[in-house]
């Protein structure tokens, strides 16, 4: 399983910036889909996930700011960032937690910066 994410990016304080992470490879379903970021000297925080079910989930700091969605059809999950802070800055990973022929696994993407300026 690859995960592709894209949409991140420099934007001034109060914008907004989309991000997007397809998952492609030989996948059953998909049990779980996230958002997480990262800045040096910290641990990764969860930011947003999303259940197969579709229940949403959004860490307070940014509960009203941004939401996660996904497109079932095709294995891409969504991050709309509306609101931006400099707080926010960060590199952003998707992870997806995916049913594989090889049994089911955690999938992280990449990273995607977003840069938040003041």
């Known amino acids: 399983v690859q995960l592709q994410a894209s949409g991140g990016g420099l934007v001034q304080a109060g914008g907004s910036l989309r991000l997007s992470c397809a998952a492609s490879g030989r996948i059953f379903s998909i049990n779980y889909m996230g958002w997480y970021r990262q800045v040096p000297g910290k641990q990764r925080e969860l930011v947003a996930h999303?259940?197969?079910?579709?229940?949403?989930n959004h860490a307070d700091s940014v509960k009203g700011r941004f939401t996660i969605s996904k497109d079932i059809a095709k294995n891409t999950v969504f991050l709309q960032m509306n609101s931006l802070k400099p707080e926010d800055t960060a590199v952003y990973y998707c992870k997806v937690v995916a049913s594989t022929p090889i049994g089911t696994h955690d999938y992280w993407g990449q990273g995607t910066l977003v840069t938040v300026s003041s």
């Open positions: 999303i259940t197969s079910g579709g229940t949403r």
